[in-house]
């Protein structure tokens, strides 16, 4: 059953995807014959497949659009451009209309066979909130490991409890969640962060991470710093208050610098002066530099904040399109 806007669509799975054609394959295998299972157990209750194309350049786009065609329930949405992990998701988002909406990675790092484990929790204990717990990384880089430690343990200080170590965007989410994660204005949207915050009855099931099918990751250092900077950013002010505790800091140092210098004059020592100075200065440089950085971040977001541009633009939804209509790559 093809999935129709509203009707009966008991599960929407939203996969986010950027250059994935080697993993395509694979996921579509391991994938169907579970949500074909769910359907099958809920009186062949229509699930919806949202695979949110962000922008690839390979052929990706070509792939899905001839899985979509022995494949009704897979439904294709293009991005017009790269827009990020975060706001493909968001793309998803809007555009699923599942009763529940589970999104996972292409790469199947995220074991599909936990979807229904996902389904089962939620609905036997009214839940709007299942999070994809990875108990077991040890097929992620040491790295990798080590940097979502610390992204974590900062997080949960930020957060609070609420928000389950180890939880990434392998998560389920009841309508009532998804709306309500629609309604928010954000427009950096980090969604672990977003979905403890909304605060709904929630639960957990534990998985272990799996190494990548195929492919490489779309994580480079650089986007890795950058959800970690918005993480930061989005939720707290705190940064801003380090800055000043920097500047009283500094302040003190330069007055023992101080204090010290005018010892050493009455004790008649000459002062030799270069190196003390050339540290207080770059001290001081760095610590100001460091404070308009901080500031600048959160300039930033308040400039993207009243430009209410949105995160991303839908090119193609194959929900719209007559089933002729072919990708063009
Ligand atoms: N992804 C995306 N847009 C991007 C980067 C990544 O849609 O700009 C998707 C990617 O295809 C994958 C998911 O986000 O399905 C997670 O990315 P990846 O597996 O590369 O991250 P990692 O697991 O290495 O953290
Ligand atoms: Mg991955």
């Known amino acids: 059953m093809s999935a129709v806007p509203g009707a009966g669509t008991v599960l929407s799975v939203v996969i986010p995807m950027f250059n994935e054609e080697s993993a395509l394959p694979a996921l579509v295998a391991r994938l169907r014959p579970v949500l074909d299972g769910i359907g099958a157990g809920y009186g062949g209750a229509g699930y919806e497949v949202v695979a949110v194309d962000d922008g690839s350049s390979d052929r990706t786009a070509a792939l899905l659009e001839d899985f979509r065609i022995g494949w009704p329930e897979l439904r294709v949405v293009r991005l017009r451009r790269n827009s990020g992990h975060q706001a493909a998701l968001t793309a998803g988002l809007h555009r699923a209309v599942g009763d529940y909406v589970v999104s996972i990675d292409a790469d199947l790092q ?7 484990e996902m389904l089962e929790l939620a609905r036997s204990g009214d839940l709007d909130i299942v999070y994809g717990v990875r108990t077991d990384r040890s097929a992620d880089t040491g790295f990798k490991r080590r940097t979502a430690g610390v992204y974590y343990w900062l997080m949960r200080r930020l957060v609070g409890d609420r928000m389950p170590s180890q939880a990434g965007d392998f998560r ?6 998804v709306d309500a994660l629609k309604e928010l204005p954000d427009q950096q949207q980090v969604y672990r962060l977003l979905v403890p915050w909304l605060g709904f009855p929630s639960g957990q099931v534990s998985y272990e991470r799996e190494e990548r099918v195929a492919g490489e990751t779309k994580y480079p250092l650089s986007r890795m710093i950058r959800l970690g900077v918005d993480s930061v950013t989005g939720f ?3 940064p801003l208050r380090v800055a000043t505790w920097l500047g009283v ?3 003190f140092v330069c007055l023992l610098l101080i204090v010290f210098t005018l010892g050493a004059f009455a004790a008649g020592h ?7 100075l050339f540290i207080g200065i770059l001290f001081l440089g760095a610590v100001q530099l460091i404070c308009l950085g901080l ?14 541009r949105p995160t991303f633009f ?4 194959s929900a719209d399109a007559p089933r002729s209509v072919r990708a063009a790559t």
Do not use: C, H, M, N
């Open 295 to 308: 500031l600048g971040e959160y300039v930033g977001r308040i400039y993207t904040a009243v430009q209410r």
């Open 110 to 116: 995220d074991p599909p066979e936990k979807i229904p």
């Open 270 to 276: 000459v002062v030799p002066g270069w190196s003390s």
């Open 249 to 251: 800091l500094s302040f």
């Open 236 to 238: 707290s002010a705190a």
């Open 172 to 177: 389920l989410l009841s309508r009532q969640a």
């Open 314 to 317: 839908v090119g193609y939804d």
